[in-house]
Every structure is written in C-alpha cells, then in structure tokens.
C-alpha cells in the first residue's frame, strides 16, 4: 500500500479523506487546526447569526476509521527530490501527496489594504470582524462619531455580497440591543468591476442588488478602492470614506507553497494541473481546490467549494486507481449552480437550470447545508454534532 498525505482539511482535503476512509485506505491528513470550518458560511459568523464557533467540526468526529492519522501541524514546503512534505514540526513521506492546501487574500498591490483592512478567511478572522462590529458600536454612545458605525466592503462577489446580506439583517438588532437608532448605521460595498456577484447572469444580479439595496446597502459598482489608510478608504475619483470596520473580500490568490515548490503556477499562484488533477510537473502530486488551476472551455475553472469537493473526491479515486494499477478518470466538473443568501432564509442564483430567488432560493441553499453536513457524517452530523448551524435557515423564518 502507497504512503498517502493530504494537505489541508478544508473542503476538498476532507472529501478526498472520505473517499480513502470510505475505501479503507490509511492516510495522513495534516491541517494547521485540529477542525475543519465551514469557510462557505463564514458571513453567517461574521454577521453575528450564531456563535463563531459553531462554524467547525473537529476532525476526530469526520474521521474515525482506525488507519487514518490526522496531525495538526502546518505544510511549509514540498521537499519534490526525497518526496516529503516539510512541516513545522516535521517531515511526511509520500508516495502520493493531495496537496488542498486554500487560498489566501489577492491585495492586488493597493497600498494600506492588506494593513488596515480585514479579510472574511478564517474563523478567526470572522471572529475578529464581528468583534470589532460589536466594539465600534458599544461604543458609540460615549464618541457619537457616525463613521464608526460605517462599515464598507470592499469586493462585491459572493463572499462579499453574503456577508452584507448578513450584515443588513444582524446590524438593526444589534443597533436594537444597544439603544442605538437603526437609521445611524451604513453599510457601503465597493466593487471595480460594473456588476455584483460575477457567477450568476445579469438578471439574478440586478434581483441581488435591488434586494440589498431596499434593505438599506449602498452598492457602488465601477469605483475601485486606491490606497486605504486607518479608518479610511480612497477611492479613484477621488473620494474618501471613512469607516469604523473595513473588510476586503476582492479576490484571492493560491498558498505560497506551491510556487514556493517551483511548480508551474498561474498568475493567482495556482498550481497547473491535468485532467486527473496531477500538477504537470510531478505526477506524484495531486492539486485540488483553490490550489488548482485547470483551463477547461479556455478559462480556469473557478475557485469554490463546489469545485473543492469534487476534486477532492476524483483526486483520492485516481491516487486508489494508480496504487491498484487501474485507470485514472478525468476531471468533468459538474456545474451544480450557484447560490447566494442574502441574509437568512433569502438569496438568489441558481440550481440546475434554474433560476430562483427570494425565500426559495433561501431555502435552496440551506438545503445545500444539510447535503453538506451529511456528506461528511451522516445522519449523526446533521441531526446532532452540527445541528446549532440549521437554527435560523429558511425553514424557521
Ligand atoms: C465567506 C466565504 C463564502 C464562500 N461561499 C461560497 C459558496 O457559497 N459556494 C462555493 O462554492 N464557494 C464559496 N466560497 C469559496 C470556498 O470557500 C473555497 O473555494 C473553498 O473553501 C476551497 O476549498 P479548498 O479545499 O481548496 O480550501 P479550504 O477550504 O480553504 O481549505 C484549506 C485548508 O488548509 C488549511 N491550511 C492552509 N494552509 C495550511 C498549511 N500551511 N498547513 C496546513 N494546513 C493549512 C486550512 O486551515 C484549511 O483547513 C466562499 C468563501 C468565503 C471566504
């Protein structure tokens, strides 16, 4: 039996861990924390609908098979000629090596946005926005200064437009616990591009927007953010915001490991792969998710869960595949659709072939939530471990 490593537990490590498990494969799996965390529901952390903390599940409770070894260290490089995997703590022989290792904020080089900014990626990060939220305006009836309860998002894509959905919704109510009038907060998205959410058609988009918008967002499309400064945001026509909580969610950009391992990588740092999800340098190595680039139809495809996952289970089929001597299958994503909530129990996008909006598309993406949960455990997942997750969907508004 070969010497299997995964790196990283995010969606498309723990699918590919599945698989192996599911196959009675033993594996490595190595991850910075000892959870996995919903990355995908990241806003509904931030945006104050239930605890931080809810938003993980501890690997030990997706895996249980005896065989699997789960260490929590962190990947530091890949040692290609002796086929390892360097790690603070160590060293991981392999003889195939998954390599889901996420993604990390693109600042496209605007001055003070990586400083003074904060970035929706981590539990921790969504823990630290919603603390700062809750400090700015705990603190607005000693300083009475507006643009402390001005929030502004930078980046209008799902991650961005999700968590004003969230923030439009949590924002009154908090405004309600503090004795605060609803009218003296401002939540403005800023986006360079002329259109929100990119991934859905421009009819879907304009319903996203009007649905914000009537709930109170400014959206300010076309403008890109120059240079952000403490509690500042300079903007290309040469206007200046000022606000209490910056958070950048304009893009992303590949782990360092992997240009760092001299792979071939694409502008964004993604590792180039082929149909089976080999880099094209080393066949030894499997490169999923945001790691990845592959070019299907002319262009990469995009760097989601959806993809994450479905990488993650076809990588861990190919590496059995090659330890059985059997042959590989090539990548054929399938395009499920995509979905954006717009604070709880609503959103837009769409499934299948469909378009939806309002509360079915609410309803459609929390039900992506429980096929998700069930995924990675079952029954026992939805209905006990992650359950908190389920308060507040669609179904109970
Ligand atoms: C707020 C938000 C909302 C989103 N919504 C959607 C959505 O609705 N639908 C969708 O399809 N996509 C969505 N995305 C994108 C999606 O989350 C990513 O595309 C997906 O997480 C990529 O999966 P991955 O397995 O490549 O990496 P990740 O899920 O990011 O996992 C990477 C893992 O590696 C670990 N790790 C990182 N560096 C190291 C290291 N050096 N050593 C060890 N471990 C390490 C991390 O801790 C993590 O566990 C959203 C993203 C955000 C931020």
């Known amino acids: 039996m070969g010497r299997i490593v995964i790196a990283g537990a995010g969606y498309g ?9 599911n ?5 490595v799996m190595i991850n910075k924390h000892s959870y996995h965390q919903f990355i995908t529901w990241l806003h509904e ?8 903390d809810d938003y993980k599940v ?16 962190e990947v530091t490089g890949i040692d290609r000629q002796e086929n390892k995997l360097l790690t603070i703590r160590g060293s991981y022989p392999y003889d195939y090596a998954l390599i889901a290792l996420g993604s990390a904020p693109e600042f496209f080089g605007i001055p003070g946005l990586s400083e003074y900014s904060m970035q929706l990626r981590s539990l921790e990060t969504a823990r630290q926005i919603r603390t700062r939220i809750e400090r700015e305006f705990a603190r607005f009836k000693d300083h009475k200064e507006k643009s402390k309860l ?31 009038s609803s009218s003296s907060f401002e939540v403005i998205t800023i986006e360079a591009t002329d259109s929100i959410l990119p991934a859905l058609m421009p009819s879907l988009q304009k319903t996203a927007r009007d649905i914000l918008e009537q709930k109170g967002a400014k959206i300010m499309t076309s403008t890109k953010i120059e240079r952000v400064e403490e509690g500042r945001v300079y903007l290309g026509s040469g206007e200046v915001i000022e606000a209490g909580t910056i958070v950048w ?34 066949e030894r190595l499997f490169i999923i998710g945001d790691c990845a680039s592959l070019i299907q139809s002319g262009k990469p495809l995009p760097p ?14 190919n590496i059995l595949a090659l330890l059985t001597n059997e042959s590989m299958q090539k990548f054929h994503p ?3 659709g995509t979905l954006a909530s717009l604070g709880s129990g609503q959103g837009v996008g769409t499934f299948g072939r469909f378009k939806t909006s309002g509360t079915t598309a609410g309803l459609a993406k929390d039900l992506t939530k429980v096929k998700y949960l069930y995924q990675l455990g079952g029954l026992r997942m939805v209905t006990h471990i992650r359950k908190p997750l389920l308060k507040q969907t669609a179904w109970q508004v």
Not at 58 to 73: A, N, S
């Open 249 to 282: 969610t304009g893009g992303v950009r590949a782990n360092t490991v992997l240009s760092q391992a001299g792979l071939t990588c694409d502008r964004r740092g993604r590792a180039q792969v082929n149909d089976y999800l080999q880099s094209i340098d080393d």
């Open 13 to 21: 490590g723990v699918m590919a861990g599945k698989k192996f498990e």
């Open 23 to 27: 196959s009675h494969t033993p594996f």
């Open 150 to 180: 001005r929030i502004v998002v930078g980046g209008a894509g799902l991650t961005g437009i999700e968590f004003v959905g969230e923030l439009l919704e949590w924002l009154p109510k908090l405004c309600a616990k503090l004795d605060i």
């Open 304 to 317: 989601t869960a959806q993809m994450a996952t479905q990488m993650g289970q076809l990588a861990a089929k």
């Open 334 to 336: 399938k395009m499920l």
């Open 45 to 52: 952390a931030a945006g104050g609908r239930n605890h931080v």
């Open 58 to 73: 501890e690997l030990t409770d997706i895996f249980t098979r005896h065989g699997t070894m789960i260490v929590k260290d």
